[in-house]
């Protein structure tokens, strides 16, 4: 009886530390500020593609897709993507079949607009082609 007594205690004890412990280490990610749709947009791209990528609620892109007019092309096939977030810089570094985007910048207050650079490499065959697009923002929807 007493070893039941004092099992029980050392239980009702250590549950909750154990539970703070699980729940410390289950607060978001910083990457989450990207879940949700958000808008690629370049200075040299006069808008005529719409480019939208979709990130999961860990931050991980899951989606690109080009939409002009009435046709909408999605790409779920993401071959490897690694999105990073440190206070307001934002990284993301991505590749699906045929083409790699790398994009760097730094994301306002409200946590809306990510202003920076893309870096897109494309893959044809043994060809590997590095196109910088320059400035560029992401602006959620």
């Known amino acids: 009886m007493k070893k039941k007594n004092m099992t029980r205690q050392l239980v009702l004890w250590l549950a909750p530390i154990f539970l703070a412990a699980i729940l410390a280490g289950c607060g978001p990610r910083p990457e989450s500020v990207l879940e ?3 808008e690629l947009t370049t200075d040299d791209d006069p808008g005529l593609i719409e480019t939208l990528l979709t990130f999961n609620h860990w931050g991980r892109l899951t989606e690109i897709t080009f939409r002009k007019d ?3 092309i999605t790409n ?8 990073t977030v440190v206070g307001n810089a934002v990284s993301l570094d991505t590749s699906v079949p045929g083409c790699s985007l790398i994009f760097k910048g730094t994301l306002n207050e409200a946590q809306t607009v990510i202003a920076g650079t893309v870096t897109m490499e494309l893959q044809i065959s043994l060809l590997n082609i590095t196109i910088d697009k320059g400035a560029a923002t992401l602006t959620k929807h």
């Open 36 to 38: 949700g749709t958000w």
């Open 70 to 72: 009435m046709v909408s």
């Open 76 to 83: 779920d096939v993401i071959l490897s993507t690694k999105s």
